[in-house]
């Protein structure tokens, strides 16, 4: 099965700066990214996904990357703000499989 | 439209005793999801539903755990002689056709908490 691995498992940022979180999977068979938000008590939302055909993919102030070689892709987000702290799981499919991270709690310090 | 809704939303029992889940997908989704998500950690996927198919249980982590999908719509999830280490919180989700590239809508999720 398909295995993906996200760091940091923590970051803290200062508002207005950038936050990185990347994930590696085992599965070259992938080919379906996607990244979600939770909010403490919250379910899981959607925030952006990637599909193995494409190389980046920019939604305002969030981008993923996919490096399909290296089997590695990243969640960015640029100019953080408050209501950006969460925990963001990234995941990855084997047809109609999610296998997802461990999980990046995100704090953006005011 | 509705989302995806889970009932109860929060359960505590003791242990040994059964417990059972809801999740109410959304209307035309055809295929519907369990994941566990223990504190502090990633979603575990347990079962899968497409269709009239047979559900892939691959995930489901002893027989004490089941799940049925009634008419293609709402689901329960089941867990018989519930111990500590199942204390979670139980997260269904739907998809419109179930592919590997199909985006998955998550309810709010039934914490439930095993004394």
């Known amino acids: 099965g398909e295995n993906v691995e996200q760091h940091p498992s923590t970051l803290s940022v200062q508002e207005g700066d950038s936050a990185v979180i990347k994930c590696t999977y085992s599965?070259?068979?992938?080919?379906?990214f996607p990244w979600y938000k939770q909010e403490l008590g919250k379910r899981p939302q959607l925030i952006i996904d990637?599909?193995?055909?494409?190389g980046e993919k920019k939604d305002q102030r969030i981008a993923v990357t996919l490096n399909k070689t290296a089997k590695h892709f990243s969640l960015h987000i640029t100019e953080t703000q408050p209501e950006d702290s969460a925990v963001y799981f990234c995941a990855a499919t084997l047809g109609y499989k999610l296998s997802f991270g461990a999980g990046t709690t995100v704090t953006v310090r005011a | 439209g509705a989302g995806v809704s889970q009932s109860p939303s929060n359960k505590v029992t003791e242990k040994g005793k059964d417990v059972e889940l809801r999740c109410d997908p959304i209307?035309?989704?055809?295929?519907l999801y369990w994941y566990r998500q223990s504190l502090g950690q990633g979603l575990e996927f347990l079962i899968y539903f497409q269709g009239n198919s047979a559900p892939d249980k691959s995930g489901l982590p002893s027989d004490r755990f089941s799940a049925e999908r009634t008419g293609g719509s709402v689901s329960t999830l089941t867990i018989q002689r519930t111990q500590q280490e199942d204390s979670a919180v139980y997260l269904c989700?739907?998809?419109?056709?179930?592919?590997?590239?199909?985006?998955?809508?998550f309810g709010p999720g039934t914490r439930l908490t095993v004394l």
């Open positions: 989700a739907s998809s419109p056709q179930g592919t590997g590239a199909d985006t998955q809508y």
């Open positions: 990637i599909r193995s055909n494409v």
């Open positions: 599965d070259s068979a992938s080919n379906y």
């Open positions: 209307s035309g989704h055809t295929a």
